[in-house]
């Protein structure tokens, strides 16, 4: 039986900037509310808009992990 090693899919948030914790998985997916970003196969990713985003990683064995999701509510400005 071999066992490999499972991905980490968590990342850290710094202002409206995603960067996940493992920089040299093989592939990265970005999903916003649910939707797969397009494009955005990045170890890190800006967003742009409000909404709830998470990441979805693979390693060079094919195995697949989901990061938890996080909730983006960008600055809105005020003017009067």
């Given at each position: 039986?071999?066992?490999?090693?499972?991905?980490?899919?968590?990342?850290?948030?710094?202002?409206?900037?995603?960067?996940?914790?493992?920089?040299?998985?093989?592939?990265?997916?970005?999903?916003?509310?649910?939707?797969?970003?397009?494009?955005?196969?990045?170890?890190?990713?800006t967003?742009?808009?409000g909404?709830?985003?998470?990441?979805?990683?693979?390693?060079?064995?094919?195995?697949?992990?989901?990061?938890?999701?996080?909730l983006?509510?960008?600055?809105?400005?005020?003017?009067?």
């Amino acid at each position: 039986i071999t066992v490999f090693p499972f991905p980490d899919a968590d990342f850290i948030a710094n202002g409206n900037i995603l960067v996940c914790n493992d920089q040299d998985l093989l592939n990265y997916t970005w999903h916003r509310n649910g939707v797969m970003i397009p494009d955005a196969i990045e170890p890190s990713y800006t967003m742009t808009q409000g909404g709830q985003y998470y990441c979805e990683v693979q390693n060079e064995f094919g195995c697949v992990a989901v990061s938890q999701t996080y909730l983006y509510c960008p600055a809105v400005e005020i003017t009067y």
